[in-house]
């Protein structure tokens, strides 16, 4: 029956977390249309539960077994619905697969998501912490976002303006944490595009394959070959991509630290402040290539922790703090975790 739902019990949520972490879900339910969630929220238990909403399940930790409802937006579905004379709007549900879906406009000749090919998620959770990579950040793209909100009952739509987006941050980690379910996720296209290769390493892929003026699709398979050379495949390595924002720190802070180690890397931001790369501060501390236990830093990219086999959440949490104890200790500077800690 359409719009059915099953709340199971002691759910194993191993394949449902990029890190691979064996934990469970009291009670578990899979949603697979608007019309399922406005009957599961209606259900007693949903009311009297603890809730979790999960995506692609790529940007989390789960440290325990979830003691509550978790709701798994599977909600599908992409399409054209319309266009003006500089853009076109497409519109992708919570649940569709972001890499999928990217290369989905790109198959309708459609560009600008191409920096963002091969991140692991949901379109859902993309505009939850904002995803960028290569120069790229979804807010670019984003037109709106329609959500259901837990508090009022009301599905309502927010323009990018409302979503509040900053690095790796929006409106939907600080105010409506917990309380709006992301349906589906509009985007602009623009009708006029021109590469974006500011950042340097893709830069330098473009030009190591003799491409001046690239298409959409050659900056996504440039792109995905970075990601593959530099990134550990959640499919055969657990990870949830990079463990630590990158820092901003004052200028004052900058000029400081860059006295002390004249390689630091760092990015001026436009309000002055400065970003810090995370990898290179850890990579300085040591931890490439270590583990503790079964957790463990990644050979290539320091700001990425991995599930060597069989790790729990405590031990990866215990790595992510020994390793903030590091950087703060020489550098005099605190690293926030990405993912969300559950
Ligand atoms: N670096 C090191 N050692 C390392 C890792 C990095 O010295 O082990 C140095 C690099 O040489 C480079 C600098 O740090 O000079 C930055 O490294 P990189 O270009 O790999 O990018 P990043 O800052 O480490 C960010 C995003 C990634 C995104 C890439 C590319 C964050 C937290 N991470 O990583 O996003 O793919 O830029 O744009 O902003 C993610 O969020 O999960 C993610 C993978």
């Known amino acids: 029956m359409p719009d059915d739902f099953l709340i199971h019990s002691d759910f194993s949520l191993r394949q449902l ?10 009670r578990y339910v899979s949603i697979d249309s608007v019309n399922t969630l406005l009957k599961v929220v209606k259900t007693t238990e949903f009311a009297q539960s603890e809730r979790f909403v999960l995506g692609g399940g790529s940007n ?6 979830f003691p509550g409802l978790v ?21 992708a549900a ?16 459609l560009s600008g998501l191409e920096n963002l090919s091969l991140i692991p998620g949901s379109v859902g959770a993309a505009p939850i912490q904002n995803i960028g990579a290569y120069g790229a950040e979804v807010k670019d793209f984003l037109h709106s976002v329609t ?5 009022s009952g009301d599905i309502r ?20 944490k917990g309380r709006a379910v992301i ?9 006029r595009w021109q590469p974006n290769l500011h950042y340097v390493e893709l830069a330098q892929e473009m030009k190591a394959r003799g491409l001046n003026m690239p298409t959409a699709r050659e900056v996504s398979d440039a792109v995905i070959a970075i990601r593959t050379r530099k990134l550990p495949d959640p499919a055969i390595i657990g990870n949830a991509g990079s463990f630590f924002k990158n820092p901003i720190v004052s200028a004052v802070k900058r000029e400081q630290l860059l006295a002390q180690f004249p ?15 995370a990898g290179w501060l850890i990579d300085q501390c040591g931890w490439k290539g270590k583990s503790m236990g079964a957790a463990g830093v990644y050979e290539r990219q320091a700001l990425v922790l991995v599930n060597r086999g069989g790790a729990s959440g405590k031990e990866i949490v215990d790595l992510a703090c020994a390793i903030q104890k590091s950087v703060l200790a020489r550098f005099d500077v605190l690293l926030e975790a990405e993912p969300i800690i559950l």
Do not use: M
Not at 160 to 175: L, M, P, T, V
Not at 185 to 191: E, I
Not at 263 to 277: C, M
């Open 17 to 26: 977390n990029t890190f691979g972490i064996d934990a469970k879900a009291h």
């Open 60 to 65: 989390i930790l789960l440290t325990d077994d």
């Open 71 to 91: 709701l798994h937006i599977g909600i599908k579905q992409i399409g054209l619905i319309g266009d003006d004379e500089d853009t076109t709007f497409v519109r």
């Open 94 to 109: 919570a649940g569709e697969n972001w890499h999928q879906f990217v290369q989905w406009t790109l198959a309708h000749d």
């Open 147 to 151: 959500v259901f909100d837990l508090l």
């Open 157 to 176: 739509t927010l323009s990018n303006a409302e979503c509040g987006f900053g690095y790796r941050d929006s409106i939907f980690k600080r105010e409506l």
């Open 183 to 191: 349906l589906d996720v509009t985007f602009a296209l623009p009708k």
């Open 263 to 277: 390689q630091l890397v760092s990015h001026r931001q436009a309000d002055g402040s400065y970003k810090l790369a």
